[in-house]
């Protein structure tokens, strides 16, 4: 099955709603420009929520094809959580996708796979399509046990999740290592953790569903580097923190099949 990449930007806690969509909009321009097929790569930016509302604002305006998200998503529909997000007020501005368990969440705020699992749950509830983060950190990697570590993270952060909903997720596979370090996995550590994390979902589900889910990877991704990653089989698009911020960078990133030639 062919699948589409994915070029997706975390921004993280960075740029205000007026920055937001001043970057939006000059990566649509440098995209238009280069008469980028959205059909082919598809884009998109995980902004802060206080970015969201004017990121639609300028995408429904200018019918821009660049898609965008958010960062966190609440595991609870309503209630009484004070500063949680819930779905369905994400689903209401025009929200595509929504990473979960991003391994700065995981770190810092104690998200185990079990809320993973419930925010991803909570997602697809509001027809969100969540990016669900795993990866190991140098301890694990040095003692070579990436994908037994990787894996269990992706069983417990998936339990639960039926195939119907299972088919439309995407994975990031962001080594913790290679976040925010400028040191990048080799194509070949991504394709190793990338592939396994493929297998799995065949063993979880089946052959089918496993062949149409999109497995990114993230980590220090730059132009210099995309293309590389992309040109594995199981690499099927990015997830980019640092070099989101730069349209000029982010755009030569979504643009990868143009200097994939050669390679
Ligand atoms: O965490 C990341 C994306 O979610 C990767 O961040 P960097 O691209 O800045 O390393």
Same mark, same amino acid.
């Given at each position: ?23 939006? @909009? ?29 990121? @639609? ?13 958010? @960062?966190?998503?609440? @595991? ?17 501005? #025009? ?29 697809? *509830? ?76 065949? *063993? ?14 993230? #980590? ?41 030639? #050669?390679?």
């Amino acid at each position: 099955m062919a699948r589409t990449p994915l070029i997706a930007g975390n921004w993280k806690l960075n740029l205000d709603h007026l920055e937001a969509t001043h970057t939006v @909009q000059k990566l649509a321009w440098l995209l238009r420009d280069a008469k980028h097929d959205f059909a082919d790569v598809e884009v998109a930016v995980l902004a802060s929520f206080t970015s969201i509302r004017s990121v @639609q604002t300028l995408v429904d305006a200018d019918q821009l094809e660049i898609k965008y998200g958010a @960062q966190d998503i609440s @595991q609870h529909a309503s209630g009484a959580y004070t500063g949680e997000v819930a779905g369905s007020q994400l689903a209401k501005l #025009g929200v595509s996708y929504v990473a979960v368990g991003h391994s700065e969440r995981r770190e810092y705020h104690g998200e185990t796979d079990e809320v993973v699992a419930a925010k991803a749950a909570a997602a697809f *509830e509001s027809g969100i399509v969540p990016i669900v983060c795993v990866g190991e950190g140098l301890d694990v990697r040095k003692e070579g046990r990436q994908v037994e570590y990787t894996l269990a993270q992706l069983d417990g952060s998936l339990a639960g999740l039926p195939a119907d909903k299972a088919k439309d997720v995407v994975i990031a596979y962001e080594p913790v290592w290679a976040i925010g370090t400028g040191e990048v996995a080799t194509p070949a550590d991504a394709q190793e953790v990338c592939a396994a994390i493929r297998g799995r979902l065949a *063993e979880l589900y089946d052959a089918e569903l496993a062949d149409g889910v999109r497995v990114l990877y993230g #980590g220090s991704v730059k132009s210099g580097s995309i293309a590389q990653l992309m040109a594995e089989t199981d690499v099927d698009g990015g997830l980019v923190g640092g070099a989101s911020l730069d349209p000029e960078e982010f755009a030569k990133i979504a643009r990868f099949r143009a200097h994939q030639v #050669g390679l």
